[in-house]
Antibody, heavy 118, light 113 residues
Framework: QVTLKESGPGILQPSQTLSLTCSFS??????????VSWIRQPSGKGLEWLAT???????GYNPSLKNRLTISKDTSNNQAFLKITSVDTADTAIYYC??????????WGQGVMVTVSS | DIVMTQAPLSVSVTPGESASISCRSS???????????VYWYLQKPGKSPQLLIY???NLASGVPDRFSGSGSETDFTLKISRVEAEDVGIYYC??????????FGAGTKLELK
């Protein structure tokens, strides 16, 4: 059974760095073709793909946010991570991680709410 | 960047009838390998999105066969036959033509009459 769970700080202040963790089970990031993606959704709005990391450590980033994003993984501990630097209120959203075979999100976590506020 | 445009923004359907949702891409999603890299998701109220259709017309695991996907190189349709109450939510199309560069459409909200 594939499960994913996101964790994060809940609330942070503008200009800080947001660090998110995706802990998963039921698959391995060492398996050929397997990737993990991060996607976010501001309240009442649509989905925005942020970044993807794959088994062989290839990475893709949303061009509109690329300079602020860093995706990484810990294969041994079944975790993936996302850092977003210099956050502001526009980064307030639910953040999802998703298993993404060959880059396509299929199984999603429950999401974690992140609020940026002074 | 490839832009995915969905229409309509919302649709209201009588239970038991069918519904169609459209998605148009700004670039052909037909790869030289013959695969069309368009996907469909449903986000039920208060839930995470779930994959419905992959590579334009393939049903994801566990998805009822009331759902079907079709299209051409740039125009795609999700059809729901015999709409049920559990089908309510927001439908998103997505594309992955270029390696690890995913984009979503803005979503179409399906409601029951």
């Amino acid at each position: 059974q594939v499960t994913l769970k996101e964790s994060g700080p809940g609330i942070l202040q503008p200009s800080q760095t947001l660090s998110l963790t995706c802990s998963f089970s039921g698959f391995s990031l060492s398996t050929s073709g397997i990737c993990v993606s991060w996607i976010r959704q501001p309240s009442g709005k649509g989905l925005e793909w942020l970044a993807t990391i794959c088994w062989e450590d290839s990475k893709g980033y949303n061009p509109s946010l690329k300079n602020r994003l860093t995706i990484s993984k810990d294969t041994s501990n079944n975790q993936a991570f996302l850092k977003i630097t210099s956050v502001d209120t526009a980064d307030t959203a639910i953040y999802y991680c998703a298993r993404s075979p060959f880059g396509v999100p299929d199984y999603w976590g429950q999401g974690v709410m992140v609020t940026v506020s002074s | 960047d490839i832009v995915m445009t969905q229409a309509p923004l919302s649709v209201s359907v009588t239970p038991g009838e069918s519904a169609s949702i459209s998605c148009r891409s700004s670039k052909s999603l037909l790869h030289s390998n013959g695969i069309t890299y368009v996907y469909w998701y449903l986000q039920k109220p208060g839930k995470s999105p779930q994959l419905l259709i992959y590579r334009m017309s393939n049903l994801a695991s566990g998805v009822p066969d009331r759902f079907s996907g079709s299209g051409s190189e740039t125009d795609f349709t999700l059809k729901i036959s015999r709409v049920e109450a559990e089908d309510v939510g927001i439908y998103y199309c997505g594309q992955l033509l270029e390696n690890l560069m995913y984009t979503f459409g803005a979503g179409t909200k399906l409601e029951l009459k």
